[in-house]
C-alpha cells in the first residue's frame, strides 16, 4: 500500500483497487481509520480525536489530489505524494 503523505506521526496510504467509497487509510500510534474522501468522515476503524482533526484539516486542503489518487489507483497506477501539513 503506497504512503501518499506523513505528518505529526500521522501515517496517509491508498491501495491499489479499493472498494469504494472514494477514501484513505490512516494509520497513527496503533490506531487505523479508512477516511472518505468526500466528507472526511471514518468510514471504518478508530483515530484519536487530536490525530482525526489533523487528518481532517489535511484532508480538506488536499481533497482534490485525493481524488486524482483515487483515480490512479483505480487504474492500477501509483499514486502521487501529497505534502503533509506544515
Given at each position: 500500500m503506497p504512503t501518499i503523505s506523513l505528518f505529526y506521526g500521522v501515517l496517509i496510504q491508498m491501495f491499489w483497487h479499493d472498494h469504494p467509497p472514494p477514501h484513505f487509510h490512516a494509520r497513527y500510534a496503533?490506531?487505523?481509520?479508512?477516511?472518505?474522501?468526500?466528507?472526511?468522515?471514518?468510514?471504518?476503524?478508530?483515530l484519536p480525536r487530536t490525530a482525526l482533526a489533523l487528518v481532517r484539516e489535511w484532508g480538506e486542503q488536499h481533497r482534490a489530489e485525493l481524488m486524482e489518487n483515487w483515480t490512479l489507483c483505480a487504474q492500477n497506477q501509483s499514486p502521487q505524494k501529497i505534502s503533509p501539513l506544515p
Open positions: 496503533g490506531f487505523k481509520a479508512q477516511i472518505d474522501i468526500q466528507t472526511l468522515d471514518i468510514i471504518e476503524g478508530h
